[in-house]
Nanobody
């Protein structure tokens, strides 16, 4: 079992930065690829970024490439999302999730993730 708890969301002006954290409980964290998704009101949940179990590989949605950075610290059972140059269209609830054992981190489909956090709100004002 893996339990995920996100933190670090808030209100920020356009052009600002936030760092989200996702703390995981459970022994299997260090063996799982992890990802961040977001969901804006009235829209489907969309992929933001993913990272391999070792942290050696990362993947990003085109909309955030060059602005967001995903990282992890397996000693702390935590995955991070550094968000820079934020835009109003980045406003959403952000979720971290764990990739199913045996599934690929390169898929952007939420169906390959089996554990989800409760989400943290990010609001970017113009």
């Amino acid at each position: 079992q893996v339990q995920l708890v996100e933190s670090g969301g808030g209100l920020v002006q356009a052009g600002g930065s936030l760092r989200l954290s996702c703390a995981a409980s459970g022994r299997i964290f260090s063996s799982r690829s992890m990802g961040w998704f977001r969901q804006a009101p009235g829209k489907e949940r969309e992929f933001v970024a993913s990272i391999s179990w070792s942290g050696g590989s990362t993947s990003y949605a085109d909309s955030v490439k060059g602005r967001f950075t995903i990282s992890r610290d397996n000693a702390k059972n935590t995955v991070y999302l550094q968000m820079n140059s934020l835009k109003p269209e980045d406003t959403a609830v952000y979720y971290c999730a764990a990739v199913k054992s045996g599934s690929s981190m390169w898929s952007q489909n939420p169906a390959v993730y089996d554990y989800w956090g409760q989400g943290t709100q990010v609001t970017v004002s113009s």
